[in-house]
């Protein structure tokens, strides 16, 4: 199969915080293990958000990312249309979701497989290059027709998962690694997921693909904790109206739970979450609330407990997050909630921002 590949592309570029433009890029090239994929759909994130109003976690040569002719957008899918150099883990015209941190490749982290924790972030231009690739964040994304891939970050999709779906693969792998650094013994025991957003839906969805039981999710709205519950939720807690931690110890006959997954940033959340787990349990933080917050380190002390954050998708996480999703083990599907064309990535990231008619993911697809 051969793809017409043209000298330039359409793509939306950061200039001012919180302005984008629709310009025209030369279409990048593939270099040594690195894959031209071809756009066909891209998932907004809050990270997308953050990264177009205030800039970190995004930085581009050595600072903000903001009139550097950037292109955000890291949730994304598409078809492998060019090899660099060496590929042959995939061919011409392969579908592909992706993850978003290459990372170097080089330092102690990404050596461990913790390429999310790179120890060269950002370091990628003139004069400070060490190949660091994180695509959305320190090198470009996919509001774009193409954009450049190192093999490491790819993964083939089968004609059984749409585009919607495929662009979900990223963030059920953020939902793995949680997991994964929870322990990984996660068949027979129980889990707290606190947080109906799209990586705690995952987060329900991968944990009950992976035989947790109990399922407990906790959140605010009572249609995302019903979404939930068809994702695999065995048990939902509204906040609002039920004290969440006797609500967790009723359902777990007083023991409390092995593991809970912190995705929702509230700022008790920690204190909740160590009373939710029983002692020796284990809390990951997937989310944090936008200010510093008062801990009772003692209750972690004296109750043995552990607590890890996770940053995005490490340890190729996201291979087995889509292995789920192929399987159908559960229905990513579900937390896809509005498509627009790409013309109209403005209004997407408005839905995605507002919520606009209850939005969670909100994709955008590219024709051509
Ligand atoms: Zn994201
Ligand atoms: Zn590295």
Not at 89 to 112: L, N, P, Q, T
Not at 318 to 335: C, G, M, N, T
Request: glycine share 12%; hydrophobic share 40%; with cysteine.
């Amino acid at each position: 199969m051969n793809y017409e590949i043209p000298e330039t592309m359409k793509a939306w570029v950061l200039g001012d915080p919180g302005v984008l433009t629709l310009e025209e890029k030369p279409v990048p090239q593939p270099k040594k293990s690195e894959v031209l994929v071809k756009i066909d759909a891209v998932a907004i994130c809050a990270t997308d958000l953050e990264i177009i109003e205030n800039g970190p976690p995004a930085m581009i040569q050595g600072g903000l990312p903001f009139n550097k002719g950037f292109t955000p957008g890291h949730e994304y899918m598409g078809t492998v249309v060019k090899l660099g150099d060496g590929v042959d883990e995939y061919k011409v015209g392969d579908r592909v979701a992706v993850e978003i941190h290459a990372g170097c490749s080089s330092c102690e982290r990404c050596r461990e497989g913790m390429y999310t924790s790179c120890l060269n972030y950002g370091k990628n231009y003139e004069g400070n290059d060490k190949g660091h690739r994180a695509n959305g964040f320190t090198t470009d994304g996919g509001f774009a027709e193409y954009a450049i891939n190192n093999v490491n970050t790819l993964c083939h999709v089968g004609d059984n998962v749409t585009d919607e779906e495929a662009t979900l693969i990223v963030t059920a792998g953020t939902a793995m690694y949680g997991l994964d650094t929870l322990g990984g013994l996660i068949a027979g025991q129980s889990v707290v997921v606190t947080g109906p957003g799209p990586i705690g839906l995952m987060a329900v969805a991968v944990a009950k693909a992976l035989g947790a039981n109990p399922v407990i999710l906790t959140g605010t709205r009572d249609n995302r904790l019903e979404l939930g519950k068809k994702l695999g939720a065995d048990y939902t807690v509204n906040v609002r109206n039920q004290e969440v931690v006797k609500a967790v110890k009723e359902i777990t006959n007083g023991e409390g739970v092995h593991y809970v997954m912190e995705c929702s940033g509230a700022p008790n959340a920690v204190n909740e979450a160590a009373n939710m787990v029983k002692r020796g349990g284990r809390i990951c933080l997937a989310a944090f609330p936008s200010k510093p917050v008062e801990v009772d380190v003692a209750a972690l002390v004296r109750n043995n407990i552990s607590l890890f954050g996770i940053r995005g998708e490490g340890r190729s996480a996201v291979h087995r997050a889509a292995s789920l999703i192929s399987e159908k083990r559960f229905d990513a599907s579900l937390i896809h909630t509005h498509t627009f064309g790409f013309g109209d990535l403005l209004t997407a990231l408005k839905y995605s921002k507002e919520r606009i008619d209850d939005a969670i993911k909100v994709v955008v697809k590219i024709p051509g």
